[in-house]
């Protein structure tokens, strides 16, 4: 995207969704601050065609940031994954009731594998994933349902207790893959899933504890 504007623009904030397949789908809204907005001010909007998953985002300066990913809800709603079949029951609400999508993915029985969940390829939809402490793999699908892992890698130490999380760490809109070592309180995050070291590495709070992801701020 180009946008050109004279220098009497204080600042402008474009808001817009983009939905896959299109250039542009809808102008949300149009803000400029400083002065109201005059003819000329805004010259030439180049719209590039971006094969992308539907996103909100904010041009604000000289920089192009997702907000938040509809369509959808935007709800995150609960699952449960049996490990002896290694079958995956997700719900779609906050509700009773019975799964609305069930599946298998990975080893059954899949002794010792822990479940974890995230929007692994940044098309809005978070899909599941398995980690296996005792080789530090991660199998990650970009689809709830059946067959192999669309990624496979190795992360961190082996047979350590380690936790696995899943959070976007750099604020992409690609959920990656972390841990947490519940004997240190120290906190190994990866910006891509892949093998390598971790990009982040922290201690937080006491040892012993359990580890939760979230955007605490909105920022």
Request: aromatic content about 12%; charged content about 15%.
């Amino acid at each position: 995207m180009t946008i050109k504007r004279k220098t009497a623009l204080v600042a402008i904030v474009v808001v817009f969704v983009l939905t896959a397949g299109s250039a542009l789908a809808r102008w949300t809204g149009f803000l400029s601050l400083g002065e109201k907005k005059k003819s000329g001010q805004i010259e030439k909007v180049e719209i590039q065609n971006f094969v992308s998953p539907s996103k909100e985002y904010v041009y604000a300066g000289g920089r192009l940031i997702a907000t938040e990913e509809p369509p959808g809800t935007g709800v995150d709603t609960i699952g449960l994954y049996n490990p002896s079949g290694g079958a995956f029951f997700l719900r779609n609400s906050n509700t009773s009731g019975i799964a609305d999508v069930t599946f298998s993915f990975g080893p059954a029985p899949a002794a010792g594998f822990i479940p974890i969940a995230g929007d692994w390829n940044g098309d809005g939809v978070d899909s599941t994933g398995l980690y296996d402490p005792a080789t530090g793999a991660f199998f990650l699908r970009n689809s709830n349902s059946t067959g192999s892992a669309d990624v496979a890698f190795n992360f961190g130490a082996t047979n350590q207790g380690y936790i696995p999380i899943a959070g976007d760490w750099d604020g992409d809109g690609v959920d990656t893959t972390g841990l947490y070592n519940p004997a240190t309180g120290a906190f190994f995050l990866r910006n891509s899933n892949s093998t390598g070291s971790a990009d982040v590495l922290f201690n937080f709070g006491a040892a012993g504890l359990k580890p939760i992801c979230g955007d605490w701020d909105g920022l």
